[in-house]
């Protein structure tokens, strides 16, 4: 069956199936580059991790957010840090690819993530040589703009909605580059304590966002759509 959340905002509702919420929105792209939306979870004192892992902050509703958005997506596009710490598969979506932005390239090819094909690097001209697909983009780092504006050179198909998966870095990166539509935070209730990182770290600037939608389960989690203030 398929889940189903209680909306607060815009107007309140129950039994709102997340596949909706999440499916239905328009994500009509910005000139010369997809719509980009980040979906992260978040515990109540703001951090993503626990135990160095984002696992313990989620629940099942959690999960078919993030499973609704990718459905959403015609991409899924990640940091390197997180693939080496969360295990990365490849998605249910047959097809869909996942890019792993990496300057080093030290990641796990033999992983389910690159064995299955799903997998392929994002990397900057200066990168090693790997036997894995790579799109090089940028000469000491990633650019941002450039790999949005080029990523459907490896998907093989014109990619209109990227969905980026973490971590705080990348997320950083993408808001400094302005190149973020759209953030779907998912609040756990609990207080995670420790050091784990905000959503977004090392960003410089700043972005103003408007509420799209604000969902509860009956568990307490909150999940939020926001979208970029033009
Ligand atoms: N709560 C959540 O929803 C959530 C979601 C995702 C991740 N997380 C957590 O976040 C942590 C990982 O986050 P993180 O911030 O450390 O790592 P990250 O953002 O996943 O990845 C950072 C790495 O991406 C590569 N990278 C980033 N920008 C680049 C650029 N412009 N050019 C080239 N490469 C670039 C570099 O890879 P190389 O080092 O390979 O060069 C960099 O070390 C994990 O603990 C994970 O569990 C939580």
Same mark, same amino acid.
């Given at each position: 069956?398929?889940?189903?959340?209680?909306?607060?905002?815009?107007?309140?509702?129950?039994?709102?199936?997340?596949?909706?919420?999440?499916?239905?929105?328009?994500?009509?792209?910005?000139?010369?580059?997809?719509?980009?939306? $980040?979906?992260?979870?978040?515990? &109540?004192?703001?951090?993503?991790?626990?135990?160095? +892992?984002?696992?313990?902050?989620?629940? +099942?509703?959690?999960?078919?957010? #993030?499973?609704?958005?990718?459905?959403?997506?015609? #991409?899924?596009?990640? *940091?390197?840090?997180?693939?080496?710490?969360? @295990?990365?598969?490849?998605?249910?979506?047959?097809?869909?690819?996942?890019?792993?932005?990496?300057?080093?390239?030290?990641?796990?090819?033999?992983?389910?993530?690159?064995?299955?094909?799903?997998?392929?690097? $994002?990397?900057?001209?200066?990168?090693?040589?790997?036997? =894995?697909?790579?799109? @090089?983009?940028?000469?000491?780092?990633?650019?941002?703009?450039?790999?949005?504006?080029?990523?459907?050179? #490896?998907? *093989?198909?014109?990619? *209109?909605?990227?969905?980026?998966?973490?971590?705080?870095?990348?997320?950083?990166? #993408?808001?400094?580059?302005?190149?973020?539509?759209?953030?779907?935070?998912?609040?756990?209730?609990? $207080?995670?304590?420790?050091?784990?990182?905000?959503?977004?770290?090392?960003?410089?600037?700043?972005?103003?966002?408007?509420?799209?939608?604000?969902? &509860?389960?009956?568990?307490?989690? =909150?999940?939020?759509?926001?979208?970029? @203030?033009?």
């Amino acid at each position: 069956m398929d889940r189903t959340l209680r909306r607060l905002h815009p107007e309140p509702a129950a039994d709102v199936r997340i596949a909706d919420a999440y499916g239905d929105p328009d994500r009509s792209p910005p000139p010369g580059r997809p719509w980009v939306m $980040i979906t992260m979870v978040a515990s &109540v004192d703001g951090a993503t991790t626990m135990n160095g +892992a984002s696992g313990p902050l989620g629940n +099942a509703s959690d999960t078919a957010v #993030l499973s609704a958005t990718r459905a959403a997506a015609d #991409l899924v596009v990640v *940091g390197a840090g997180t693939v080496r710490t969360e @295990r990365y598969g490849p998605p249910k979506t047959p097809g869909q690819r996942v890019g792993v932005v990496t300057s080093g390239g030290s990641l796990d090819m033999s992983g389910p993530l690159f064995s299955s094909g799903a997998g392929f690097l $994002i990397m900057p001209e200066s990168g090693p040589h790997l036997d =894995v697909p790579t799109l @090089r983009v940028g000469d000491a780092s990633v650019d941002a703009a450039a790999m949005l504006s080029r990523v459907h050179e #490896l998907v *093989g198909r014109p990619v *209109g909605v990227v969905q980026v998966e973490g971590g705080p870095t990348l997320n950083g990166w #993408l808001v400094d580059a302005g190149c973020v539509d759209e953030f779907n935070l998912t609040l756990a209730p609990r $207080i995670a304590g420790g050091a784990g990182p905000r959503a977004v770290v090392g960003a410089g600037t700043s972005a103003d966002l408007d509420l799209a939608h604000l969902l &509860v389960d009956d568990g307490g989690f =909150v999940f939020s759509r926001w979208t970029t @203030r033009r």
